[in-house]
């Protein structure tokens, strides 16, 4: 049997799973409004996306065969006013945690994973950065919406 390989063939094969969120990846204030109390919390999200990329090499030479990750964060916020408020609130990470893994992406959903779980330091500081971007837009979002209240 002859088989004929192609040099360069290039695979482009996408998925995208959630990661299951660590156990220290919600953050918790409360926050002063007007004299009551809004719990509020924070919480990653973190959605890796995979490329498969280059080539099966031919028998006896090495593979151009890479798994390309990417893994989005985006932080979820929800505050509770006593008032009966809840408002939610997704921001997106500016830049995503990248990196790539040799051979199929497959096979290598568990590796990334835990390289994606090595990096939870950056993840928890882009939380921490979001909840206390978000402060001042949470205040102005709970003045409207205690405006619109009448009783």
Do not use: N
């Amino acid at each position: 049997m002859a088989f004929s390989i192609v040099a360069g063939l290039a695979l482009a094969l996408t998925a995208t799973e959630p990661l299951p969120a660590a156990p220290d990846a919600a953050h918790q204030v409360q926050l002063d409004h007007r004299g009551q109390r809004v719990d509020v919390t924070y919480r990653s999200d973190i959605d890796v996306t995979h490329r498969q990329i280059g080539a099966v090499g031919a028998p006896g030479r090495p593979s151009a065969l890479r798994c390309a990750w990417q893994a989005s964060v985006a932080v979820q916020r929800e505050a509770r006013h006593p008032a009966g408020h809840v408002l939610a609130r997704t921001v997106s990470a500016e830049q995503p945690l990248t990196g790539s893994r040799p051979g199929w992406c497959a096979t290598q959903k568990d590796a990334i994973a835990r390289d994606v779980a090595a990096r939870s330091d950056t993840v928890r500081e882009h939380l921490l950065a979001v909840a206390a971007r978000d402060q001042d837009a949470l205040v102005a979002e709970l003045d409207a919406a205690h405006g619109t209240v009448r009783g």
